[in-house]
């Protein structure tokens, strides 16, 4: 049974950092994409972030672009999003999901797993 399991979410203050973790079962990361959404009330979920397996290149919305950075863990098949310089506008609840291809892709239909989410929160 495939798993995403999120965890690091909390409350911080804006210009704080936070470090989400993606803690993927069932499947290796081997030739799957690896995407971050965010969706903050009343607005659609949006797409962070993501990283193919075959080569390591990435994606950031322009939102985040230099504030966040994605990674793997093979060996621990794990992703992580690492955010840092916080804005009050990046509240939301993060999920992260799995495309069973390698190609990077930012709209959710076409990821196949997805996590329960972990909320992040930031304070101004």
């Known amino acids: 049974e495939v798993q995403l399991v999120e965890s690091g979410g909390g409350l911080v203050q804006a210009g704080g950092s936070l470090r989400l973790s993606c803690a993927a079962s069932?499947?290796?990361?081997?030739?799957?994409?690896i995407g971050w959404f965010r969706q903050a009330p009343g607005k659609e979920r949006e797409g962070v972030s993501c990283?193919?397996?075959?080569?390591?290149?990435?994606y950031y919305g322009d939102s985040v672009k230099g504030r966040f950075t994605i990674s793997t863990d093979s060996a621990k098949n794990t992703a992580y999003l690492q955010m840092n310089s916080l804005k009050p506008e990046d509240t939301a609840v993060y999920y992260c999901?799995?495309?069973?291809?390698?190609?990077?892709?930012?709209?959710?239909?076409?990821?196949?797993?997805w996590g329960q989410g972990t909320q992040v929160t930031v304070s101004s």
């Open positions: 999901a799995a495309r069973r291809d390698p190609s990077m892709a930012t709209v959710r239909g076409y990821y196949d797993y």
């Open positions: 069932g499947f290796t990361f081997d030739d799957y994409t």
């Open positions: 990283i193919s397996s075959s080569d390591g290149s990435t």
